[in-house]
């Protein structure tokens, strides 16, 4: 499986402030995930982060709250704008080999909003 | 679209004991079936997978079973040691292998 690491690994922001969180990947994939996990509960997509073109967001989720990069099949960021307390989470990218249907998950950003 | 529902939420067993833990999915399209494990501070962990064109698939103390006509599987853990205490998250997915639902998760505690 690829090895998939995420920075910054935690970071405390305040409110009204955004927040990059990278994903790097140590061979190129076809497919990368974001998810974002509450404090306690389970995993939810976000969207998913296309090469060369615009991320495709899922219910709920919008392209001015969470806009996506995929600049390469290697490299994904995440950001997370104009934060309230409520966007205290986990954030996840996952990577999907494109051979099969798994998907490998990063070590995850804790993001604490006050 | 999908719901994946999950139980027990917590399950708590002697170290040796097995363990079992059922998800139900509600999308008769779902094709893929992964279980993940994670830990306290880590990211989810691929523990196993079945795909629809199988009924059980084993992997040394792992082992997963799927039944199509009741949409449900569930995952079996034999000889429980404590490290396998974490949380343990169910997923079904129907397009292509994207769109992952996640159940809400099972805790699952071994006591020494």
């Known amino acids: 499986s690829a090895v998939i690491s995420q920075k910054p690994s935690r970071d405390i922001c305040q409110r009204g402030t955004s927040l990059t969180i990278q994903c790097q990947v140590d061979?190129?994939?076809?497919?990368m995930f974001w998810y974002r996990q509450q404090p306690g509960q389970s995993l939810t997509l976000i969207a998913t982060?296309?090469?060369?073109?615009?991320?495709?967001?899922e219910s709920g989720f919008v392209i001015d709250k969470f806009p996506i990069s995929r600049p390469n099949l290697t490299f994904s960021t995440l950001t997370v704008s104009n934060m309230s307390p409520e966007d205290s989470s986990i954030y996840l990218c996952?990577?999907?080999?494109?051979?099969?249907?798994?998907?490998?998950f990063g070590p995850g950003t804790r993001l604490t909003v006050t | 679209g999908e719901n994946v529902e999950q139980h027990p939420s917590t399950l708590s067993v002697q170290e040796g004991d097995s363990a079992v833990i059922k998800c139900t999915y509600s999308?008769?399209?779902?094709?893929?079936f992964p279980w993940y494990k994670q830990e306290l501070g880590k990211g989810p962990q691929l523990i196993i997978d079945?795909?629809?064109?199988?009924g059980e698939k084993k992997d040394q103390r792992i082992a997963v079973t799927l039944n199509k006509t009741a949409k449900h599987f569930s995952l079996h853990i034999t000889e429980t040691q404590p490290e396998d205490s974490a949380v343990y998250f169910c997923?079904?997915?129907?397009?292509?292998?994207?769109?992952?639902?996640f159940g809400p998760g099972t805790r699952l505690s071994v006591l020494p």
């Open positions: 982060a296309n090469q060369g073109s615009e991320a495709t967001y």
């Open positions: 996952s990577v999907g080999p494109g051979l099969s249907y798994e998907q490998y």
């Open positions: 999308d008769s399209a779902s094709n893929y």
């Open positions: 061979s190129q994939v076809t497919m």
């Open positions: 997923a079904a997915s129907s397009l292509n292998g994207q769109n992952f639902v």
């Open positions: 079945i795909r629809s064109n199988v």
